[in-house]
């Protein structure tokens, strides 16, 4: 059965450095998503991205986040300048034309 | 805007015991309703869903079914195992599923031999 797929699986980071996280949707599907849990919180909307433009974005995107499909598989995310509290679990999503979405694995990011 | 209460876990069990995992949201219109499972060290998984009211989705034996008139969708099981431990997601999204996702705050289930 086919998955979402991303790397890293686990991230170190100092604070102020950039991060890419890369995600692999599964071929066929047409709309990609981040999402991200804090430890011991809930899953919360980051972005959604369709037809190479970003469809819906949540308060938490701000400037410092980007997102970039640079060719036809993978979809990434990009924190600009890293900070504290964007140690997360970062979860990338794609789904069919108006179907569920399904979920990769995630990426543990660690901010120090 | 979109929402999802669920009950607080942790949920310890006997193995062979019954689950039920409440959770009722709020949504304009008619959304698509879905469970997740988040076994230890692992993404989410979708567990079940039901796309309109009085569907039942059912999964790996679990069971939950979409009720407009309480709008809730509670999760059920009914002999839970060892291999059910995990932390339990309700979440919801606009009709069609593909807007974004809004979770609760997921239930931690433990099953104990």
């Known amino acids: 059965e086919p998955e979402v797929t991303q790397t890293p699986s686990h991230q170190v980071t100092q604070m102020g450095q950039e991060v890419i996280l890369r995600c692999v949707p599964i071929?066929?599907?047409?709309?990609f998503y981040w999402y991200r849990q804090i430890l011991g919180q809930k899953v919360e909307f980051l972005v959604s991205?369709?037809?190479?433009?970003?469809?819906?974005k949540s308060e938490i995107f701000d400037d410092q986040f980007s997102v970039e499909r640079p060719d036809g598989s993978n979809f990434t995310l990009k924190i600009r300048s890293t900070k504290l509290e964007d140690s997360a679990m970062y979860f990338c999503?794609?789904?069919?034309?108006?179907?569920?979405?399904?979920f990769g694995p995630g990426t543990r990011l660690l901010v120090l | 805007g979109d929402s999802v209460t669920q009950m607080e876990g942790p949920v310890t069990l006997s193995e062979e015991a019954c689950l039920t995992i409440?959770?009722?949201?709020?949504?304009?219109?008619?959304?698509?309703l879905f469970w997740y499972v988040q076994y230890p060290g692992e993404g989410l998984q979708l567990l079940l869903k039901a796309t309109k009211a009085d569907d039942k989705g059912s999964n790996k034996g679990f069971e939950a079914t979409y009720r407009k008139e309480t709008t809730s969708f509670h999760l059920e099981k009914g002999s839970v195992q060892v291999s059910d431990s995990a932390v339990y997601f309700c979440a919801l999204s606009p009709s069609g599923g593909y807007q974004k996702v809004t979770f609760g705050t997921g239930t931690k289930l433990q099953v104990i031999p």
């Open positions: 991205f369709y037809n190479n433009e970003i469809s819906e």
């Open positions: 999503a794609s789904s069919p034309f108006q179907e569920t979405q399904y």
């Open positions: 071929s066929n599907h047409l709309y």
């Open positions: 409440n959770c009722t949201y709020t949504a304009t219109g008619y959304p698509s």
